[in-house]
């Protein structure tokens, strides 16, 4: 399932690690923790707008301390040695990508001379093709 969630960087001191883990520390540390996720669960009479303003709050007091920083982040969640770890999506930075270089051939292709001329002797643009 995709959420919408606050994860950071498993730390061993930070999270806790039992004796039986030491060999899997190196690994751990590559992978994203789930601290919070935001439409799991009803906040107590907090809004959206309060969640991401402490947010902020926290990424800039974490930035001044030299803390680990949180992430807001479109993740899936699985479970490893009972804590669980997120994959973060990035379909919707790639779509916006993929739009972004669309419309930017899209609007060099309207405001070429040849096509603005076009428009104006037929009444609309010339078919846009890829």
């Known amino acids: 399932m995709v959420v919408l969630a606050f994860i950071t960087k498993w730390d061993p001191i930070l999270h806790g690690i039992s ?5 899997y520390i190196k690994y751990m540390k590559t992978k994203y923790l789930i ?7 009803p906040y107590d009479n907090e809004t959206f707008e309060q969640i ?13 301390s030299g803390t680990n920083i949180i992430k807001l982040c479109i993740i ?4 490893y040695k009972k804590r669980d770890f997120a994959i973060q999506h990035f379909g919707i930075n790639k779509f ?3 739009w972004k270089k669309y419309y930017a ?4 292709f309207m405001k070429s001379i040849r096509n603005l001329k076009h428009r104006e ?5 010339p078919k846009f093709i890829k």
């Open 121 to 125: 002797i037929h009444g609309k643009y």
């Open 105 to 108: 051939k899209k609007l060099i």
């Open 96 to 98: 916006q990508k993929l």
């Open 19 to 23: 004796s039986n883990e030491v060999s």
């Open 35 to 41: 601290i919070s996720t935001i439409w799991d669960k």
């Open 52 to 64: 991401i303003s402490w947010f902020h709050k926290y990424n800039l007091d974490s930035i001044l």
């Open 76 to 79: 899936k969640s699985y479970r």
